[in-house]
């Protein structure tokens, strides 16, 4: 027998003892299921990287490795929609409309972000083109594999969000190179002369296509452009919009010119402003992403108004909590504390606004952000409660796998640096 | 929410007209959790307010006539916290640019006195969050950076809220320059070494009998008297390991009264610290771990400076008018408890331990007779991020518990409500 088949034959017989990589069960937590309530201590099992059981007296499988997590709290990995971590450049910052960039092809698998990231409980991560053009790039999403090949990191069969970029931030990169935009009219003109030679682009390859199938000959295809190409996907749908503004005109403003084009915007991140039109948002169905409690950093942010939320929440505008930075990504759990000090919301929806909600502005609500059969089996473990601010991610699984141990990779817990 | 900003304003106005008629500022407190903090364990009692001071904390106090009586049943009373490393009443209007960091590397006789705005929306944000007294500098950014007072965050003139006038000199030992001296971290080094140097012959020269052209003032040396003679401390910006080592060494070799303020790196000197007596603010609580470091290192570090005994507080994560978040002091504070700091030793580190370091430790921190009343009564524990600040006072005063965020809130609540009903 060859070395390589023994390795083969060694690796069968450890699956058959151990069970599959992605099987696991939890037992003993307190389950935070978001959809369905507590379940005190509840059972889940993963196979095959999916919930296969969740409740009270659930009988674990044989083989099964089985986590004792007695006493401690149970929810679904947090999902932070929208961050800027594991990317090796973040902005095309060389002109106003880049829409040809492809932030997957920035993604840096072993970035040190994603493990200090995961020991916060989070398991999904929009990352994101920066804030530089009006028009950026697509953004990815991204479950925290640490280290494995890209493949694995990029979830697949979901939509993807074409970032763009209001206000002070498009108008200070363009401005100070002494080029248009400088206001926020040239970041409108910018963002509406580029959807409309989309709409021309797209009307001479439908026109092309039709021909095509008509069994026209002689037919030449229009001249592919890499940057319209991308527009033509959003107009067509096939990639959603997430806007970044503060203030709330240009809020309206972005709801009204997805509108004009039919574009599908998803979320207005760094959403500052939001309670100030929440009305608007919620008829317009679109997410606020924000921080609960920053303001003043800027002079866009000024009004930021913690009390906000409630405005928000009454008006039924949805919403997610939001990073935006690899240091706040790691504690969005302490985040969402932070809506009970200054609001009446629920905890549950708190909660929803790091999980269920994010999946939701992500489009991913069907596979993750809450603890149900079926659901993929991506699950934080915290030593209280999350939302008691003094607790920590002690656990974070993805798909049945273990990638962050606390045990095993904390100083605290080793004491090893006295 | 809605109710509870109502109930606020109606407190207010209440408040107004007992003030109107005559009213003193007798304030009992009745019935509440007291967390003395130190100098006494916490009871469920009464905490009973005269003339600006703590004039008793018992059960059962009877109420003062004309006394306002505040019930707090199931509630948290704690001293208000103290924030060290603030822009508090600097940071500016939003349009018109703020008022730290001065241009220059050494800007010694900088005194953020001078730009002090009773109005900076920062103060009725910041107070209402439960921090009563801040340390407000005059920026960080330079090598020699300028001065820092404290105020109480109550008062409609600056001088009302002034408590101390120059309670510590800022310098930034790693605040290079660009494409000028000081360009490396050496060149900061001796940068500050001549300037102390300077000093110390300006203080010599003051001293010395007085010679004709002795009248000239330089008042940037002016500043730095104080430093190099030990009465002003200073405080040490530094951001890693070697900015660490080198202001560890400045404070030796020029005997000065040195404050370290560290964004990571801290732990390797601890014992050093600890045994020199050197308080630290602890900033890192938040920093990024580097690659080779565990996931927790920061998160658990002022578990470990509590241990060794280190006089220690928070910083609440950047300074300057970039950060006007100071009430979010707790965070940091919570971090470390859940990564071992007892939940005592982060409330000292949010109230005595800064009253310590900047030298007002008989006037607040702690919930003591004699001291002055500024007091926070909470929902819970400053250190849960769900807990509610409901009455603050300070200097004796019960502040408004609104700010411009609350006004922002009712604004906006009324407009959005109004074009809901249309619709």
Known sequence: ?418 | MKKFIQFSLVLFLLLLAARASGANDTILIKNGTIVPVKGGSDMVGDLLIENGKISQLGINIPAPAGAEVIDATGKYVYPGLVAVMTAVGVTGYPQAGNDTDEVGTSTPQMDPYDALNPEDDCIEVTRVGGVTTVQTISGSRSVINGKSLVIHLGGTLAEDMIAHRYVAQIFNIGAKEQNKFPSTLPGVVSYLKTMLNQAKDYAQKQSEPAKEDSSKRDLAMEALVPVVTGKVPVIFITNNEVTIRNALALIEEYKLDGIIRAGSGILKYADRIAKSNIPVIWAGTESLPQRWQPHDLNYHTAAVLAEKGVLFTFDSGGYGPGNRNVRNITRPAAISVAHGLSETDALEALTINPAKILGIADEVGTLEKGKIANVAIWTGSPIQGRSRVETVIIKGKLIPMTSFQTRLYDKFRKIVDERMKKK
């Open chain 1, 1 to 418: 027998m060859g070395k390589k088949s023994l390795t083969i034959l060694t690796a069968i017989v450890m699956m058959a003892a151990c069970g599959w990589a992605q099987d696991l069960a939890l037992k003993g937590g307190t389950i935070l299921t978001i959809t369905k309530g507590t379940i005190e201590n509840g059972t889940i099992v993963i196979q095959k990287g999916k919930i296969a059981a969740i409740g009270k007296d659930i009988a674990i499988p044989d083989g099964i490795k089985v986590i004792d997590v007695t006493g401690k709290f149970v929810m679904p990995g947090i999902i932070d929609s929208h961050s800027h971590i594991a990317l090796t450049d973040v902005n095309e910052a060389t002109d106003p409309v880049t829409p040809q960039i492809w932030m997957w092809e920035a993604l840096d698998p072993g970035s040190d972000a994603i493990r200090t990231t995961l020991a916060g409980g989070v398991t999904t991560v929009k990352t994101m083109h920066g804030s530089a053009n009006v028009i950026g790039g697509v953004n990815v999403t991204i479950k925290l594999k640490y280290d494995r090949p890209i493949e694995e990191l990029i979830i697949s069969g979901v939509r993807q969000q074409l970032k763009m970029a209001l206000g002070e931030n498009p108008k200070r990169v363009y401005g100070e190179k002494g080029r248009s935009p400088s206001t926020r009219m040239g970041n409108a003109f910018v963002a509406r002369q580029a959807f409309i030679e989309a709409q021309e682009y797209k009307a001479k390859w439908d026109k092309y296509e039709k021909d095509k199938a008509a069994g026209k000959k002689d037919l030449t295809p229009p001249k592919k452009d890499l940057k319209i190409e991308t527009l033509k996907m959003a107009l067509e749908k096939k990639l959603s919009v997430d806007c970044h503004t503060y203030r709330a005109e240009e809020i309206v403003w972005i709801i009204n010119f997805c509108k004009e084009f039919d574009l599908d915007l998803l979320q207005i991140s760094h959403c500052i402003d939001g309670y100030k039109v929440a009305d608007v948002m919620a008829k317009a169905g679109v997410f606020y992403g924000g921080w609960v409690d920053s303001w003043g950093f800027k002079e866009e942010a000024y009004d930021g108004c913690p009390y906000g939320m409630q405005i928000m929440y009454d008006a039924g505008t949805k919403m997610v909590i939001n990073s935006d930075s690899p240091v706040v990504g790691r504690y969005l759990f302490r985040e969402a504390a932070q809506v009970l000090k200054y609001t009446d919301i629920p905890e549950n929806e708190a909660l929803k606004m790091i999980t269920l909600n994010a999946a939701e502005s992500l489009e991913l609500d069907g596979r993750i952000g809450s603890l149900e059969k079926g659901k993929d089996g991506d699950i934080a473990v915290f030593d209280k409660h999350p939302l008691d601010t003094t607790t920590k991610c002690l656990m974070t699984i993805i798909e049945g796998e273990l990638f962050f141990d606390y045990a095993k990779q904390s100083v605290t817990a080793k004491g090893e640096d006295r």
